[in-house]
């Protein structure tokens, strides 16, 4: 079975990261998406950070009915710090006996070559990349950092697949802006089983949430 790890804060997941799971196991370039919430030390929790178990519940939510997929406290048990993507891979692969292909988005492939040990990354793993709005993958733009048959290598990793406008940085100002109530709930690709959950737990509170609740 061949593995996708999909790596990334999810604070919080949302159906853009579905869509992006499912859009990679359609490709047919992976059979299974692994979900690797990453690690955020205690000292780094803000009102607008939600803690990992949190985050880790709130995939589960989110992929409860997608048999090809599964979420791992991987990330969290290892704490590597600083975290970076080879190693981590490196780390799994160690306690696995398997190698994961890497699931990321046309922004991180376009800055791919500023990644810690880049050419080594690209050159021991698969990857598969899904487009984002604003980030056209060209040859043009891969050729001042890569060789030829790197290039190739990365065009070839592109999926096809639909944009999807919704992201968790934009989310969580908004819910400071305008409150919990008033819009997270309606935000489309938000599902409802999140909404609920940050509702209960109150995550992602901003000052003026205080002393008057999220709903």
Not at 86 to 112: P, Q
Not at 173 to 191: A, C, L, T, V, W
Request: aromatic share 10%; with cysteine; proline share 6%.
């Amino acid at each position: 079975m061949k593995k996708a790890f999909f790596g990334g804060s999810f604070d919080p997941p949302h159906g853009g990261h579905l869509g992006v799971a499912r859009a990679a196991i359609a490709s047919g370039k992976c059979d299974e998406v692994v979900w690797f919430p990453g690690y955020t030390p205690p000292h780094k929790l803000s009102a607008r950070r939600a803690p990992f178990e949190d985050r880790m519940n709130m995939i589960r939510l989110l992929i409860k009915n997608e048999q090809k997929m599964k979420v791992s406290d991987f990330e969290n048990r290892i704490r590597l710090s600083p975290s970076y993507t080879i190693n981590v891979l490196r780390c799994l692969e160690e306690e696995t006996g398997k190698k994961f292909s890497l699931l990321i988005g046309a922004d991180s492939l376009l800055s791919l070559h500023t990644w810690h040990e880049a050419k080594k990354l690209v050159e021991s793993v698969d990857l598969i990349t899904y487009p984002r709005d604003g980030f056209e993958v060209t040859p043009e733009k891969l050729t001042p950092h890569w060789d030829t048959k790197t290039v190739e290598k990365l065009l070839k990793s592109m999926i096809p697949g639909t944009f999807f406008k919704i992201s968790s940085t934009e989310m969580k100002i908004s819910m400071e802006k305008n409150g919990f109530r008033h819009h997270i709930i309606e935000m489309e690709d938000f599902p409802p089983e999140i909404a609920e959950y940050i509702r209960e737990h109150r995550l992602y509170q901003c000052a003026t949430d205080h002393g008057k609740g999220i709903l």
